[in-house]
């Protein structure tokens, strides 16, 4: 303070000590000495935006004066700027083949690599589960085929679903925890035995996996709602046709000779799936047979040869017809 006053009182040397108080009390960069500079002379100043990189921030950075504020202090304008669109890169869809058999193989072989199941040998007649018996596993059928019966309260069995190569035993169970019908095995067979935690631990970690159990579960209800469509609107001999066409239909998807089949159930189990007597369903067969829809074979009437399923197929489509006409009429 002393040297201060000592200073000879002239303009000069009071620009001096203004200068040498800015110089002692100035950071090194030269913006801040200029802000500061400018805010003791009361004057804001708005620093060239150029100093500014355009992606810092999606604020606008341009300073304001803010109202009844100290002179010289600058607020950023908050306001959002708008940023261009973004250009967000979607995966192409996984491409399915759309081949029933192909599709079959490869559903098989990504439960092998994935999962490794164990697999087991069946017979005609074992059971694979019970109902009410808890549920913890599904089953992949490699061969063979299988039928679901649900009991009723009174006792009485009713065959709801037939089951082959390709198709899966046990998601019922998943609701409830528990197997709603048995699994029963009509011819030998072999299935994957597969724990639904370990299944679960795989689609979790495997998109492709989560797709397989996806499409067997919508296969599931779709066969599921074709058949009872064909039990609820066919005649009784469309009903069997109907059968039989689906019967080849499902071998030819896997691979199979669909033009002969050899029934894997007795007609006492047919007139029960299809909701008809054992009496009905023989008559059927034969009326098939005479028309020549449906050949028998020699090793007996489970022998069944197709000459033409096209023509069984259009059969059945106009026997839905006539049926629907005569509906109409009533």
């Known amino acids: 303070m002393r040297a201060v006053s000592s200073i000879p009182s002239n303009p000069s040397n009071h620009e001096f000590i203004m200068?040498?108080?800015?110089?002692?009390?100035?950071?090194?960069?030269?913006?801040?000495?200029?802000?500061?500079?400018?805010?003791?002379?009361?004057?804001?100043?708005?620093?060239?935006?150029?100093?500014?990189?355009?992606?810092?921030?999606?604020l606008s950075l341009s300073p304001t004066i803010v109202a009844g504020t100290t002179p010289?202090?600058?607020?950023?304008?908050?306001?959002?700027?708008?940023?261009?669109?973004?250009?967000?890169t979607v995966a192409e869809p996984r491409v399915v083949s759309r081949d029933p058999q192909q599709r079959m193989l490869e559903v098989m072989r990504t439960?092998?690599?994935?999962?490794?199941?164990?697999?087991k040998v069946v017979r005609a007649g074992d059971m694979i589960f019970r109902a009410a018996q808890s549920f913890n596993?599904?089953?992949?059928?490699?061969?063979?085929?299988?039928?679901?019966?649900?009991?009723?309260?009174?006792?009485?069995?009713?065959?709801?679903?037939?089951?082959?190569?390709?198709?899966?035993?046990g998601f019922s169970g998943i609701a409830h925890g528990r197997h709603p019908c048995d699994a029963v095995a009509m011819d030998t067979g072999n299935i994957s035995i597969i724990p639904y935690d370990?299944?679960?631990?795989?689609?979790?970690?495997?998109?492709?996996?989560?797709?397989?159990?996806?499409?067997?579960?919508?296969?599931?209800?779709?066969?599921?709602?074709?058949?009872?469509?064909?039990?609820?609107?066919?005649?009784?001999?469309?009903?069997?046709?109907?059968?039989?066409?689906?019967?080849?239909?499902?071998?030819?998807?896997?691979?199979?000779?669909?033009?002969?089949?050899?029934?894997?159930?007795?007609?006492?189990?047919?007139?029960?799936y299809l909701g008809m007597t054992l009496e009905t369903v023989s008559r059927c067969l034969s009326k098939l047979n005479r028309e020549g829809l449906i050949l028998f074979g020699e090793r007996g009437r489970r022998q069944i040869s197709i000459p033409s399923r096209e023509r069984l197929e259009q059969f059945v489509i106009g026997g839905s017809m006539a049926r629907g006409k005569l509906a109409t009429a009533a």
């Open 111 to 119: 439960i092998r690599d994935i999962i490794q199941p164990a697999a």
């Open 19 to 58: 200068h040498s108080a800015i110089a002692l009390a100035s950071p090194p960069s030269d913006l801040s000495r200029d802000r500061l500079r400018d805010a003791l002379a009361g004057r804001p100043r708005i620093a060239p935006s150029a100093n500014l990189p355009p992606r810092e921030s999606p």
């Open 137 to 169: 596993t599904v089953y992949l059928i490699n061969a063979g085929a299988f039928k679901l019966v649900s009991r009723s309260l009174d006792g009485r069995e009713q065959i709801v679903s037939l089951k082959f190569r390709g198709d899966w035993l």
């Open 198 to 272: 370990q299944l679960l631990q795989a689609c979790a970690r495997h998109p492709e996996m989560m797709a397989v159990v996806h499409e067997g579960m919508s296969a599931e209800i779709t066969h599921e709602r074709q058949s009872l469509m064909s039990v609820c609107t066919l005649a009784s001999l469309a009903r069997v046709a109907e059968f039989l066409c689906a019967w080849a239909r499902s071998m030819h998807q896997r691979g199979l000779r669909a033009d002969e089949l050899t029934l894997r159930m007795t007609r006492a189990d047919l007139g029960n």
């Open 72 to 88: 010289g202090l600058i607020a950023p304008d908050l306001r959002p700027q708008a940023r261009p669109p973004l250009h967000v």
